[in-house]
T-cell receptor, first 109, second 114 residues
């Protein structure tokens, strides 16, 4: 079966750095996405990785290792507005997204 | 303003009733999707459409039907609602056509079936 694993919840301090991990086992791989979802709102796109390595976009970076079936999302200089759920999703061989359950990130002052 | 709209925002429905959730996008995207999101679970694909006139089944299609008569609209119908269909439903769209397939989401419909 297809499976995406990420921690259920993480806590971090404002101004700090946090790394959210995602491991996956899917039938085929056509890219990995990270989305942010604030409580009661729709998911919004953060990043896309299809090749191994690090993609940086401002305070957010995403890393991919296809051989390990592993990705992480790195958030720097945390702000209170970063409190949200972060969803990892993998595009499988049928070009459908398989979603993890999400990691709820709590930022404390 | 470009984007995806969904209606209704929320609904309480008696079991056995028929319900259609509406979804409209004005980005001229080819592909559209319906997901449900339940606490502790990832988004699960119900049905999708890669282009107007075609539809496909996702991971959890039972009890749901869709149609895609034109590019903009993708309604989801529950023929006879059951309590297990209580969920938040998100419609999404994308340009399609390959692996880079960022999906844009509507605001969601919160459905409660009693």
């Amino acid at each position: 079966g297809q499976n995406i694993d990420q921690p259920t919840e993480m806590t971090a301090t404002e101004g700090a750095i946090v790394q959210i991990n995602c491991t996956y086992q899917t039938s085929g791989f056509n890219g990995l996405f990270w989305y942010q979802q604030h409580a009661g709102e729709a998911p919004t796109f953060l990043s896309y990785n299809v090749l191994d390595g690090l993609e940086e976009k401002g305070r957010f970076s995403s890393f991919l290792s296809r051989s390990k079936g592993y990705s992480y999302l790195l958030l720097k200089e945390l702000q209170m507005k970063d409190s949200a759920s972060y969803l990892c999703a993998v595009m499988d061989s049928n070009y459908q997204l398989i979603w993890g359950a999400g990691t709820k990130l709590i930022i404390k002052p | 303003i470009a984007g995806i709209t969904q209606a209704p925002t929320s609904q309480i429905l008696a079991a056995g009733r028929r319900m259609t959730l509406r979804c409209t996008q004005d980005m001229r995207h080819n592909a559209m999707y319906w997901y449900r999101q339940d606490l502790g679970l990832g988004l699960r694909l119900i049905h999708y459409s890669n282009t107007a006139g075609t539809t496909g089944k996702g991971e959890v299609p039972d009890g749901y039907s869709v149609s895609r008569a034109n590019t903009d609209d993708f309604p989801l119908t529950l023929a006879s609602a059951v309590p297990s269909q209580t969920s938040v439903y998100f419609c999404a769209s994308s340009d399609g056509g390959g692996s880079y397939n960022e999906q844009f989401f509507g605001p969601g419909t919160r459905l409660t079936v009693l």
